[in-house]
């Protein structure tokens, strides 16, 4: 009979370490199982159904910090684009300046800001509760 760390081991190896449907093409799938094996790990699942419970936990974690990056490529997409502009109208602004400028062109502007703190705060929830049924 295994004991829970060898369960959680055979976990990773065998049951929940599918990258196709986790990992996006430019993400690193060697950063997902590490992800996984690391909520395994702390979770120590014992059945299939913990198993599948700690794919989720590390899923909604792995999603969560996807929308942290997006988030971040949005600011400094926007802050690039507009850089001169921003370099015309203010002569001595700090970076928080620049970052609010962008903000606020893209909350003018764009859908991508909002949809993407939204997904952000469902995601956070679901990781939420996952980790406290």
């Known amino acids: 009979m295994q004991n829970k760390i060898g369960q959680s081991q055979n976990a990773v ?3 929940i370490t599918s990258t196709k449907m986790f990992v996006l093409q430019n993400e690193n799938p060697e950063q997902w199982k ?3 094996a690391g909520c395994v790990e702390e979770f120590q699942p014992a059945t299939p159904f913990e198993e599948r419970l700690v794919e989720e936990i590390a899923f909604a974690k792995w ?3 996807r929308a ?3 988030e971040n490529a949005l600011y400094d997409t926007e802050m690039d684009e507009g850089a001169a502009a921003f370099a015309t109208k203010y002569q001595q ?3 928080g300046v620049r970052q609010g400028t962008a903000f606020r062109s893209m ?3 764009s859908k991508a ?3 993407v703190m939204r997904y952000e705060s469902r995601l956070d929830r679901a990781y939420k509760r996952a ?3």
């Open 113 to 115: 800001l909002a949809l």
């Open 68 to 70: 942290w990056i997006t």
């Open 13 to 15: 190896k065998h049951g």
């Open 107 to 109: 909350a003018d502007s």
């Open 63 to 65: 999603r969560l910090r």
């Open 93 to 95: 602004a700090d970076e």
């Open 131 to 133: 980790i406290n049924p």
């Open 34 to 36: 590490d992800m996984l």
